[in-house]
Nanobody, 128 residues
Framework: QLQASGGGLVQAGGSLRLSCAAS????????IGWFRQAPGKEREGVLC????????YYAGSVKGRFTISRDSAKNTVYLQMNGLKPEDTAVYYC???????????????????????WGKGTLVTVSS
C-alpha cells in the first residue's frame, strides 16, 4: 500500500514536502504520480515520473516550483513544493504503477491508466 503524508497549513510562498511511503512492494520498479483534487474540481496530475526517473512530467501550474525525488532506502517518494500559492490548496494523492513503469509520464498524469496503488490523500492548505 501507499501512504501519503506531510500535508498541512502553510502561508503563500512557503514550502512543504509530501512523502509517499510504500509497503509490500518496491517503489523503484514503479512509475509514480502525484495528483491533487481541490474542492469542487476534478483530480489532476501534477507531477509524474517513470521508473528510472529519467523522464518526468510537470503540470504547467507547478513547473519550476514542485520537484520529486526518490529515497530507495526508505522506499519513499517525496514531493517538494516551493513557492506555494492558494490555488495549490487541495488533497494530494500519490499513485504507482508497475505495468506502466516505463511509459511516458505525461500519460500517467493525464489519468490514462489504471494504477496499481493509490495512497490516501493528504490535505495541503495554502493561506493568502
Amino acid at each position: 500500500q501507499l501512504q501519503a503524508s506531510g500535508g498541512g497549513l502553510v502561508q503563500a510562498g512557503g514550502s512543504l514536502r509530501l512523502s509517499c511511503a510504500a509497503s509490500g512492494f518496491t517503489l523503484d520498479y514503479y512509475a509514480i504520480g502525484w495528483f491533487r483534487q481541490a474542492p469542487g474540481k476534478e483530480r489532476e496530475g501534477v507531477l509524474c515520473i517513470s521508473r528510472s526517473a529519467g523522464s518526468a512530467y510537470y503540470a504547467g501550474s507547478v513547473k519550476g516550483r514542485f520537484t520529486i525525488s526518490r529515497d530507495s532506502a526508505k522506499n519513499t517518494v517525496y514531493l517538494q513544493m516551493n513557492g506555494l500559492k492558494p490555488e495549490d490548496t487541495a488533497v494530494y494523492y500519490c499513485t504507482a504503477s508497475r505495468k506502466f513503469a516505463t511509459t511516458t509520464p505525461s500519460n500517467v498524469c493525464r489519468g490514462y491508466y489504471v494504477m496499481d496503488y493509490w495512497g490516501k490523500g493528504t490535505l495541503v492548505t495554502v493561506s493568502s
